[in-house]
Each structure stands twice: as C-alpha cells, then as structure tokens.
C-alpha cells in the first residue's frame, strides 16, 4: 500500500478488488456512493473485527472531512482505508498470503529477548488516609517490602504530616530471570487532616510534573535512549471500610484525578466488615475489590498462607472467600500490568501531550488543572 501523486491511494491489486468489492455492497442504491454515517459498519466488515472507541471516533473524523453533502466516494472510501490500515495489522481477509515458510514467526522470540533484557517498569501510587493498611497491602502484593514505610527510617514512621506529601521508592524485584523496577509513591498526610479541602492537589501536581518530565525529555536535542518513566501507570485508592458510603473526599478525589491516572477503588481492611456488610457496600457503590493485607504467614491444613489472626479465625488473604485480594493482584501483576502501562501511555500522557503542547502562551487548564505556561515553559529551557 502506497501513497502517490496526486493524492491517490494505491493498494496490491487483491486488496483495492476486496475494497471496491465492499464498497459496492454498501452501496445498495448504486448511486457510486456511501453514506458517510455508515464508514464505521463499512470498515469493520472489511477488518472483520471491532473497532475500538478511538478507532471509531478517528474513522468518522476523517469520513466528515472527506464528505460531501454526507456522501462518501470509493476514491474518499480508499483514502480512509489508508490511513486506517497504516495504524493496524489487524486486516483480516486482506491479508497478502505467503507462498512458504519466511520467519516472521520468530519476531516474538526476538521482541522477548530484547524485552526480558531491558526488564520492565511499572508505577503504582497509593492513595487513602492513616491506618488503611497501604503499606501492609503493597507488601503483600509483591510479597516483599517494597513500600515506603517498610524502607524508612523508625523515627520517620511514627512522623505526621501536616498536609499531603508525595514520596517514591524505587526497587528492582526479579522472579524467573524477568526484571521489574517497581516504584511505590506514596502519599502521607492525605485526608488525616480536620479541614481536608483540596488535599488532592499534591497528589495531582506530581502525577502532572512525571508527565511534563517525559514530555521534556521527549523534546531533548540530546535525549536518552530509553527515557525513565517515571509517570504512574496505577493509583490505588484506598477506601475506609465504614460499610455506608463513599465519603465526600472519595468522590472528589476519584473525580477530579480519573482524567488523568488508572485509578483502582479498593476497600481497605475488608475483615473488619461483615459479609453481607461488604457485599452491599461494594454493589451500592460499584466498588471492585474489597480486600486484606498481611505480612504475617500461619499454617493451614500443611500449607503456609498469608493472613491475619484474629478472636473468630484466620482471614486467608489469598482465599477468594475471604476477600478479593487474589482477584486485585491478578488483575494488577498477572493478566493487566502491560494494559495499565499503555493506558498510561497512548491515553493520560497523550491528553496531557496534546494539551500541553496545543496550548498558547498564557494560563490554560491541564487535566482540570490550572497552570500558569509562562513559567512552565521557563522552567523547561
């Protein structure tokens, strides 16, 4: 598939057959032209998959751009199919078949190899007043002590902050020759206050300037070969396990920072509630995960598990039917840690891009931030 003169869109012969063939089909008037309101149905029977809301939203931009009077030629029908067929190779039925054996099956053992040499990175934040259990359960997760309070000092942990601090520690945890770098931010002081009004704004301040940091970097004469990323692919926002509602700090919080981070609901210390408590605490508020953290492990039926003792039993972290504490780590390490890193990517980071850099000179709102770019872009020089 090439682009030429003239603007013209020129694709292998079996390919234009298969998309003029389409086209036709569409056109059930045979008026030599489409309806530009049915673009989307029209390239997804092409593809033979669906299309994502991006996808959409960017197939019928340039369907409107290229209509007249809301019609669409097989000339403007192909230029479409260029520009969406350049960003996937998810393209069905339009594949060019190979006549033997070339290799090209071997890219993902070479991509693994490259991958599994660098190792990977992974930021997560944790949110939530004093007493919640953040530490524990971060401990938990990665079954070491990886949290900021485990790696301070005695006489830091027993420190109250007066207003919301943000503070990050870095390590690198193997499991079976795959590397991770994992850094823990957390953010002491959040909601422990008696007046509590815009606490948030460290944490949203911070989340912001890791993204103006890449994007500074991103711009570099000469910058690095790999970039650190230090944005945060996740924030685990921890909800205090009172059995009623979400507090008026809670919603504010996961509103005002959703545009901007993956943010993941949890209620803490789930043991302290009963179960019919959590269930209806979960389903009247759409809470995900309800869970519990130990670091203390206890013997169960010849096995060790992690879990808390307590005057009616052992709360089994990892029992399903204790908490969902399992189904919390699943989905963070086990089958959605690479989604939340390119969430982080191609969706928070590129609205904060396309903002920042879209932006004139002069005051202008950043994921519901306002920021002053004249020393912003001071600052970056």
């Not at 179960?275 to 508020?285: C, I, P, S, Y």
């Not at 005051?363 to 912003?376: A, F, K, L």
Request: glycine residues 6%; contains cysteine; neutral net charge.
């Amino acid at each position: 598939m090439e682009a030429e003169v003239n603007n013209r869109v020129f694709f292998p012969t079996h390919l234009e057959e298969a998309l003029r063939e389409t086209f036709l089909e569409a056109d059930t008037q045979g008026r030599g032209y489409v309806e530009s309101k049915n673009i989307v149905n029209v390239v997804r029977k092409v593809l033979g998959i669906f299309l994502t809301h991006t996808e959409k939203a960017k197939v019928i931009a340039k369907a409107e751009y290229l209509a007249t009077k809301g019609l669409l030629s097989v000339e403007d029908f192909f230029t479409i199919m260029a520009d969406t067929l350049v960003e996937t190779t998810h393209w069905g039925n339009l594949k060019t078949e190979i006549a033997g054996y070339v290799g090209i099956d071997t890219l993902q053992e070479q991509i693994r190899k490259k991958v599994l040499k660098r190792g990977f990175e992974f930021n997560i934040m944790v949110v939530g007043r004093s007493g919640l259990g953040k530490s524990t359960l971060i401990n938990t997760l990665f079954k070491a002590n990886v949290s900021l309070r485990s790696c301070s000092k005695s006489e830091e942990k027993v420190e109250i902050a007066k207003t919301t601090h943000v503070k990050s520690v870095s390590h690198v945890i193997e499991e079976k020759g795959v590397r991770l770098r994992l850094t823990v931010t957390d953010t002491p002081g959040f909601g422990d206050q008696i007046n509590n009004d815009k606490c948030w704004l460290p944490v949203l301040d911070y989340i912001n300037e890791q993204y103006e940091n890449y994007l500074s970097e991103e711009q570099s004469v000469s910058r690095k070969k790999h970039i650190p990323d230090t944005r945060i692919h996740c924030c685990l926002y921890f909800i205090a396990p009172t059995g009623h509602s979400l507090s008026p700090l809670d919603i504010e919080f996961m509103r005002r920072l959703d545009r901007c981070v993956n943010i993941v609901p949890v209620i803490a210390k789930a043991d302290t509630l009963t179960v019919e408590e959590r269930t209806d605490f979960k389903q009247r508020e759409m809470l995900p995960f309800a869970v519990v953290g130990s670091n203390q492990q206890y013997p169960v039926n010849g096995r060790t598990v992690y879990g808390r003792r307590t005057q009616w039993g052992l709360v089994e972290v990892e029992n399903k039917g204790h908490c969902e504490f399992s189904d919390l780590r699943d989905m963070l390490i086990r089958t959605h840690m690479q989604d939340l890193v390119e969430v982080t990517r191609s969706v928070h980071y590129e609205n904060f891009r396309h903002e920042r850099l879209a932006s004139r000179r002069g005051r202008t709102q950043i994921n519901g931030q306002v920021i002053d770019m004249d020393s912003m872009n001071e600052s970056s020089l």
